[in-house]
Protein backbone atom coordinates (compact mmCIF):
# COMPACT_ATOMS: atom_id res chain seq x y z
CA UNK A 1 0.00 0.00 0.00
CA UNK A 2 2.49 2.38 1.16
CA UNK A 3 4.54 1.70 -2.14
CA UNK A 4 1.90 1.66 -4.62
CA UNK A 5 1.32 5.59 -2.68
CA UNK A 6 5.33 5.96 -3.41
CA UNK A 7 5.14 5.16 -7.11
CA UNK A 8 2.04 7.36 -7.99
CA UNK A 9 3.96 9.68 -6.48
CA UNK A 10 7.35 9.29 -8.69
CA UNK A 11 5.56 8.62 -11.74
CA UNK A 12 3.77 12.15 -10.96
CA UNK A 13 7.34 13.70 -10.15
CA UNK A 14 9.16 11.89 -13.35
CA UNK A 15 6.35 13.17 -15.48
CA UNK A 16 6.01 16.92 -14.13
CA UNK A 17 2.89 17.24 -12.44
CA UNK A 18 2.77 19.44 -9.73
CA UNK A 19 1.05 19.82 -6.27
CA UNK A 20 -2.65 19.20 -6.14
CA UNK A 21 -5.17 17.64 -8.71
CA UNK A 22 -4.16 16.51 -12.12
CA UNK A 23 -5.11 19.21 -14.77
CA UNK A 24 -6.11 16.62 -17.83
CA UNK A 25 -5.29 12.61 -17.49
CA UNK A 26 -5.57 12.13 -21.05
CA UNK A 27 -3.61 15.13 -21.89
CA UNK A 28 -0.89 13.67 -19.96
CA UNK A 29 -0.93 10.21 -20.81
CA UNK A 30 -0.61 11.52 -24.58
CA UNK A 31 2.22 14.13 -23.71
CA UNK A 32 4.34 10.98 -22.50
CA UNK A 33 3.58 8.38 -25.61
CA UNK A 34 0.58 6.97 -24.65
CA UNK A 35 -2.20 6.34 -27.26
CA UNK A 36 -5.72 7.15 -26.11
CA UNK A 37 -8.64 6.24 -27.92
CA UNK A 38 -11.83 6.52 -26.55
CA UNK A 39 -14.47 3.85 -27.81
CA UNK A 40 -18.10 2.28 -26.92
CA UNK A 41 -17.15 -0.68 -25.00
CA UNK A 42 -20.72 -1.58 -23.88
CA UNK A 43 -20.55 -5.01 -25.90
CA UNK A 44 -17.21 -6.02 -23.25
CA UNK A 45 -17.85 -6.34 -19.67
CA UNK A 46 -15.17 -3.36 -19.19
CA UNK A 47 -15.04 0.08 -18.61
CA UNK A 48 -11.26 0.55 -20.07
CA UNK A 49 -8.27 -1.37 -20.79
CA UNK A 50 -4.66 -1.48 -21.79
CA UNK A 51 -1.99 -2.53 -24.61
CA UNK A 52 0.90 -2.49 -22.95
CA UNK A 53 3.43 -2.18 -26.07
CA UNK A 54 7.10 -1.14 -24.59
CA UNK A 55 6.91 1.53 -27.54
CA UNK A 56 3.64 3.21 -27.10
CA UNK A 57 1.33 2.03 -24.97
CA UNK A 58 -2.27 2.13 -25.78
CA UNK A 59 -4.96 3.12 -23.11
CA UNK A 60 -8.88 2.59 -24.59
CA UNK A 61 -11.23 4.29 -22.52
CA UNK A 62 -15.39 3.55 -23.05
CA UNK A 63 -17.87 6.48 -24.12
CA UNK A 64 -20.37 4.83 -22.33
CA UNK A 65 -20.84 6.38 -19.22
CA UNK A 66 -19.70 9.71 -20.50
CA UNK A 67 -18.82 10.76 -16.91
CA UNK A 68 -15.71 13.04 -16.44
CA UNK A 69 -14.53 11.99 -13.17
CA UNK A 70 -14.82 7.97 -13.89
CA UNK A 71 -13.05 8.37 -16.92
CA UNK A 72 -10.63 10.20 -15.72
CA UNK A 73 -9.98 7.40 -12.82
CA UNK A 74 -10.85 4.93 -15.08
CA UNK A 75 -7.38 6.30 -17.68
CA UNK A 76 -5.72 6.41 -14.21
CA UNK A 77 -6.28 2.71 -13.39
CA UNK A 78 -4.97 1.74 -16.55
CA UNK A 79 -1.61 4.01 -16.59
CA UNK A 80 -1.03 1.46 -12.97
CA UNK A 81 -1.46 -1.83 -14.80
CA UNK A 82 1.00 0.05 -17.45
CA UNK A 83 3.38 1.27 -14.46
CA UNK A 84 2.81 -1.68 -12.55
CA UNK A 85 1.85 -4.64 -14.33
CA UNK A 86 2.59 -4.74 -17.81
CA UNK A 87 1.30 -8.21 -19.71
CA UNK A 88 -2.16 -9.47 -19.34
CA UNK A 89 -3.79 -9.91 -16.04
CA UNK A 90 -6.25 -8.27 -16.13
CA UNK A 91 -9.24 -9.55 -13.60
CA UNK A 92 -7.05 -10.72 -10.91
CA UNK A 93 -8.40 -9.74 -7.97
CA UNK A 94 -4.97 -7.97 -6.19
CA UNK A 95 -3.81 -6.64 -9.64
CA UNK A 96 -7.16 -5.01 -9.34
CA UNK A 97 -6.66 -3.32 -5.67
CA UNK A 98 -3.44 -2.27 -6.51
CA UNK A 99 -4.43 -0.37 -9.97
CA UNK A 100 -7.33 1.29 -7.60
CA UNK A 101 -4.71 2.40 -5.26
CA UNK A 102 -2.53 3.71 -7.74
CA UNK A 103 -5.41 5.42 -9.52
CA UNK A 104 -6.36 7.29 -5.79
CA UNK A 105 -3.36 7.88 -4.86
CA UNK A 106 -2.16 9.58 -8.35
CA UNK A 107 -5.56 11.76 -8.50
CA UNK A 108 -5.58 12.51 -5.04
CA UNK A 109 -1.97 12.36 -3.24
CA UNK A 110 -2.14 12.09 0.37
CA UNK A 111 -0.02 15.16 1.33
CA UNK A 112 -2.17 17.71 -0.71
CA UNK A 113 -5.71 16.55 0.19
CA UNK A 114 -5.38 14.83 3.57
CA UNK A 115 -6.24 18.11 5.68
CA UNK A 116 -8.70 19.04 2.96
CA UNK A 117 -11.23 15.93 3.29
CA UNK A 118 -13.89 15.89 6.03
CA UNK A 119 -13.77 13.46 8.96
CA UNK A 120 -17.83 13.80 8.58
CA UNK A 121 -20.11 13.00 6.17
CA UNK A 122 -20.06 16.52 5.32
CA UNK A 123 -21.72 17.08 1.65
CA UNK A 124 -21.29 20.62 0.70
CA UNK A 125 -17.58 19.80 1.41
CA UNK A 126 -17.21 16.91 -0.72
CA UNK A 127 -18.55 18.70 -3.48
CA UNK A 128 -16.47 21.07 -3.56
CA UNK A 129 -13.92 18.74 -3.52
CA UNK A 130 -15.33 16.67 -6.54
CA UNK A 131 -15.12 19.75 -8.00
CA UNK A 132 -11.45 20.76 -7.23
CA UNK A 133 -10.13 17.38 -7.88
CA UNK A 134 -12.04 16.33 -10.50
CA UNK A 135 -13.05 13.05 -8.90
CA UNK A 136 -15.88 11.35 -8.33
CA UNK A 137 -17.99 11.49 -4.63
CA UNK A 138 -17.28 7.57 -4.38
CA UNK A 139 -13.33 7.83 -4.92
CA UNK A 140 -13.33 11.11 -2.41
CA UNK A 141 -15.15 8.89 0.32
CA UNK A 142 -13.00 6.08 -0.36
CA UNK A 143 -9.54 8.24 -0.21
CA UNK A 144 -10.98 9.57 2.96
CA UNK A 145 -11.57 5.71 4.47
CA UNK A 146 -7.94 5.34 3.14
CA UNK A 147 -6.55 8.17 4.43
CA UNK A 148 -8.06 7.34 7.92
CA UNK A 149 -10.34 10.84 7.85
CA UNK A 150 -13.49 8.95 8.27
CA UNK A 151 -14.16 5.65 10.06
CA UNK A 152 -15.12 2.49 8.42
CA UNK A 153 -18.27 3.06 9.88
CA UNK A 154 -18.93 6.56 8.51
CA UNK A 155 -17.97 5.61 5.24
CA UNK A 156 -20.78 2.58 5.22
CA UNK A 157 -23.36 5.59 6.40
CA UNK A 158 -22.29 7.77 3.67
CA UNK A 159 -22.28 4.90 0.75
CA UNK A 160 -25.58 3.95 2.20
CA UNK A 161 -27.20 7.89 2.17
CA UNK A 162 -25.25 8.21 -1.28
CA UNK A 163 -27.31 4.93 -2.66
CA UNK A 164 -30.53 5.92 -0.99
CA UNK A 165 -30.71 9.44 -3.33
CA UNK A 166 -29.45 7.13 -6.80
CA UNK A 167 -25.92 8.81 -6.37
CA UNK A 168 -24.19 5.18 -6.68
CA UNK A 169 -25.79 5.46 -10.38
CA UNK A 170 -25.74 9.04 -11.51
CA UNK A 171 -23.74 11.50 -8.97
CA UNK A 172 -24.63 15.07 -8.45
CA UNK A 173 -22.25 17.80 -9.22
CA UNK A 174 -21.39 16.52 -13.00
CA UNK A 175 -18.29 17.52 -14.39
CA UNK A 176 -18.76 17.95 -17.70
CA UNK A 177 -17.82 16.32 -20.47
CA UNK A 178 -15.24 13.43 -20.06
CA UNK A 179 -11.64 14.22 -21.42
CA UNK A 180 -10.98 13.57 -25.15
CA UNK A 181 -7.76 12.37 -26.51
CA UNK A 182 -6.21 14.89 -28.77
CA UNK A 183 -3.82 13.20 -30.56
CA UNK A 184 -5.19 10.21 -32.45
CA UNK A 185 -6.20 12.43 -35.53
CA UNK A 186 -2.60 13.00 -35.64
CA UNK A 187 -1.76 9.43 -35.84
CA UNK A 188 -5.01 8.90 -38.90
CA UNK A 189 -3.42 11.70 -40.30
CA UNK A 190 0.15 10.16 -40.87
CA UNK A 191 -0.46 6.41 -40.23
CA UNK A 192 3.28 6.01 -39.81
CA UNK A 193 3.29 7.77 -36.53
CA UNK A 194 0.73 5.96 -35.61
CA UNK A 195 1.10 3.72 -32.84
CA UNK A 196 -2.52 2.60 -32.61
CA UNK A 197 -2.54 1.34 -36.33
CA UNK A 198 0.46 -0.80 -36.22
CA UNK A 199 -0.44 -2.66 -32.76
CA UNK A 200 -4.23 -2.61 -32.47
CA UNK A 201 -6.35 -5.38 -33.38
CA UNK A 202 -8.17 -4.86 -36.72
CA UNK A 203 -12.31 -4.83 -35.05
CA UNK A 204 -10.64 -1.66 -32.80
CA UNK A 205 -9.56 0.24 -35.74
CA UNK A 206 -12.49 -0.06 -37.74
CA UNK A 207 -14.35 1.13 -34.16
CA UNK A 208 -12.16 4.62 -34.26
CA UNK A 209 -14.29 5.81 -36.78
CA UNK A 210 -17.52 5.45 -34.57
CA UNK A 211 -15.56 6.93 -31.94
CA UNK A 212 -14.49 10.02 -32.56
CA UNK A 213 -18.29 10.27 -33.87
CA UNK A 214 -19.62 10.32 -30.94
ZN1 LIG B 1 -7.76 -3.04 -14.28
Given amino acids: MAEIEQTAARVRALWGVSRGPVPNVVELLEAHG ?16 SLPFADHPVVV ?28 IWGVKEVET ?19 LPTTVDWSTLFELKRFWQVSLAALLMRARTLG ?35 LLDYLASPESSPARAVLPPQIIESIGTASAA
Fill in 34 to 49: VAVIRLPLDSADVDAF
Fill in 98 to 116: QAHQFAAAFLMPADDIHDQ
Fill in 149 to 183: RISDSTYLTAIKAASARGWRRVEPVPLGRPEQPAR
Fill in 61 to 88: LGTDKNDRARSRFDATHELAHLVMHGEQ
